[in-house]
């Protein structure tokens, strides 16, 4: 399974739902496996420094291959590595980042924001979902 166009859409359009579900507009990135943009959507009252935010999450998912909630870890203060946030262009070592894997590779990479963090996650995990129930087109 790859992250194709149309499986990028996928998650953007199952990221949109839940946002509407739980009343949150939130700005939506999907990053293929070289940190490129693959789908971006931003939903109508979402803030415009969510932009920035959701594509960092991302990136932090997709560069570390992990939510990107699980870099706090190593970048907050007495941590390994203080100051790792500040590096790769600003990470974002918070809830909303998810990787996007199939066949036990990386593909991707979907990152949200707009609401509380616990709610970015949510919507990107549901996001997620998506792209691994996403049928294969013929």
Same mark, same amino acid.
């Given at each position: 399974? +790859?992250?194709?166009?149309?499986?990028?859409?996928?998650?953007?359009?199952?990221? =949109?739902?839940?946002? !509407?579900?739980?009343?949150? $507009?939130?700005?939506v990135?999907?990053l293929?496996?070289?940190?490129?943009?693959?789908?971006?959507a931003?939903?109508?009252?979402? $803030?415009?420094?969510?932009?920035?935010?959701? @594509?960092?999450?991302?990136r932090? +998912?997709?560069?570390?291959?992990?939510p990107?909630?699980?870099? !706090?870890?190593?970048?907050?203060?007495?941590?390994?590595?203080? /100051?790792?946030?500040?590096?790769?262009?600003? @990470?974002?070592?918070?809830? /909303?980042?998810?990787? @996007?894997?199939?066949?036990? =590779? @990386?593909?991707?990479?979907?990152?949200? +924001?707009? /609401?509380?963090?616990?709610?970015?996650?949510?919507?990107?995990k549901?996001?997620?979902?998506?792209?691994?129930? =996403? $049928?294969?087109?013929?």
């Open positions: 399974m +790859s992250l194709t166009a149309d499986r990028a859409r996928a998650v953007i359009a199952a990221a =949109e739902t839940k946002a !509407w579900e739980i009343g949150v $507009p939130v700005v990135a999907v293929d496996a070289g940190v490129h943009l693959k789908a971006f931003r939903m109508d009252g979402a $803030p415009l420094a969510s932009i920035d935010i959701a @594509l960092k999450k991302a932090t +998912s997709a560069l570390f291959r992990a990107s909630e699980a870099v !706090w870890e190593y970048c907050k203060p007495g941590a390994p590595a203080p /100051g790792l946030e500040l590096t790769n262009g600003g @990470l974002a070592p918070f809830g /909303g980042g998810v990787p @996007l894997e199939a066949g036990g =590779e @990386l593909v991707g990479a979907v990152g949200v +924001s707009g /609401g509380a963090v616990a709610q970015d996650l949510e919507i990107a549901a996001a997620a979902a998506a792209f691994h129930f =996403e $049928p294969e087109r013929a």
